[in-house]
């Protein structure tokens, strides 16, 4: 929130929530750096290149635009399990590289058939295919890299310093892929993601964590290996705890700002420009607690501090819902932004941090499969519900479901009393060969 992880914006503020000192690791390892700077990099050619994907089904109409977003999400979606597995199996770097290579191939490919035969929409579909079916496999090894990459102590800085720059990566990505598309069309966007898988892959070549195949897994189908990592997340108490809450998240504050506020605009009748400047604070609050947590470290109890981040979620989405300005409305996306930002930067190391080395891409698919189903599903119950009762009511209930969900978390004994890190050791990482 997302995996792919996840109040005052003061220097103080994380502290007070959590009630007790934040865990701090000291300085992040360089290697973790670097993978961190590929990955942005790749992140912000992906963005690019999905914009421009989008702009050009929406030349053939809204079906087709709807028929590629779906081309993407759907083998996502289906093969994410089996993704995590054969990370787990094979390793998450070696997947990576794969992974990397296969995009910089569909890419350029892309690219070549779209300047001799520009954009009909079996390219676009076929692209989107291709694309969901890679992240299927990527996402998850790529989500367990920072628990491979630095100690469990560690995770909260890491992963919030990864969030801070993913939300930099979106806000600037929609205004770079708008100038790219205009100035060199899908073609050019497709080679500049491209290039920007190229970095990633020079990160991942030039780190190697070392990690080594179970020769238990390797005996086992990969249908027993997905069942297997099912079976551990159900068992752990504070894996089944954690996912409960992600999947709440996920259906009642991440369509809030993508599909909620818009609706609400206009039946406020403020044009796009001001839907745009409240959907954009959230992320301010978001990047504002990602830092904080980066530069401070987590609170000590992530999993009550989590919690805490969803009843402040489910207040700011209250107060968007009875916003009667636009400068009210910003507020409360604002705060959502904070709530979320505490959610993701405390559920996101929790979950990494208690997962089994031997189970981290196959428990990162099934955390990114929890979103995605949520949000598909929500998306389309809510959508229906505010064009029955209008967007205010359906704000609303998004507020009673945040806030309902974080107190039930406070009242699980096993989230609620959660450490900030497991002693569980991490691979050391050595040059690679």
């Known amino acids: 929130m997302n995996s792919s992880g996840a109040v005052s914006v003061s220097p103080y503020g994380l502290a007070m929530i959590s009630c ?10 360089r290697h973790y750096i670097v993978w961190l700077g590929g990955v942005l990099a790749s992140m912000l050619g992906d963005t690019v290149l999905y914009f421009a994907l989008g702009w050009a089904a929406s030349a053939h109409g809204g079906s087709v635009a709807a028929l590629v977003l779906t081309a993407i999400n759907l083998p996502r979606v289906l093969l994410l399990l089996v993704g995590g597995a054969v990370g787990d199996r094979f390793g998450a770097r070696k997947i990576m590289l ?25 390219l676009l579909i076929g692209a989107g295919l ?11 090894a790529s989500g367990s890299m920072p628990r491979r990459l630095v100690g469990a102590q560690k995770l909260p800085r890491a992963l919030a310093l990864r969030q801070t720059g993913g939300q930099v990566v979106a806000l600037a990505g929609g205004s770079l892929g708008g100038l790219v598309v205009a100035a060199v069309g899908l073609p050019g966007a497709a080679l500049f993601d491209a290039a920007t898988f190229g970095i990633v892959l020079w990160a991942m070549a030039s780190i190697r964590p070392a990690q080594k195949a179970s020769e238990a897994a390797a005996r086992k189908g990969t249908v027993r290996e997905v069942a297997d990592g099912l079976r551990i997340a159900w068992r752990d108490p504070v894996l089944r705890a954690a996912l409960v809450l992600v999947s709440a998240a996920a ?7 993508s599909l909620l506020v818009p609706l609400l605009a206009r039946h406020h009748g403020w044009g796009p420009g001001t839907a745009g400047v409240v959907a954009a604070a959230q992320s301010l609050g978001v990047i504002g607690i990602a830092a904080l947590v980066a530069g401070r470290g987590g609170g000590a109890r992530p999993g009550r501090t989590a919690a805490l981040g969803l ?9 968007l819902a009875l916003a009667p300005s636009p400068a009210v409305a910003a507020g409360g996306s604002v705060i959502i932004g904070i709530g979320s930002g505490v959610f993701s930067a405390h ?18 698919a099934l955390l990114t499969l929890v979103q995605s189903t949520a949000l598909l599903a929500m998306n389309n119950a809510l959508g229906n519900v505010a064009a029955a009762a209008g967007p205010a009511l359906t704000l609303g209930l998004c507020a009673g479901a945040a806030t309902f969900t974080g107190l039930v978390g406070l009242c699980s004994a096993h989230l609620r009393r959660a450490p900030a890190h497991v002693a569980a050791p991490v691979p050391e990482l050595r040059p690679a060969q």
Do not use: K, N
């Open 20 to 29: 007790e000192a934040p865990v701090s690791g000291g300085r992040l390892p």
């Open 98 to 122: 794969i992974g990397d290579g296969v995009m910089i191939a569909v890419t350029v490919l892309l690219a070549l058939v779209a300047f001799r035969w520009e954009t009909p929409t079996w």
């Open 130 to 140: 291709l694309i969901g079916a890679v992240d299927a496999f990527y996402l998850p």
């Open 251 to 257: 259906g009642s504050l991440l369509p809030v700002i």
């Open 311 to 319: 009843i402040i979620g489910g207040c700011g989405t209250a107060l």
């Open 347 to 364: 559920i996101a190391p929790l979950v990494l941090a208690t997962t089994p080395d031997s189970h981290l891409s196959r428990l990162q």
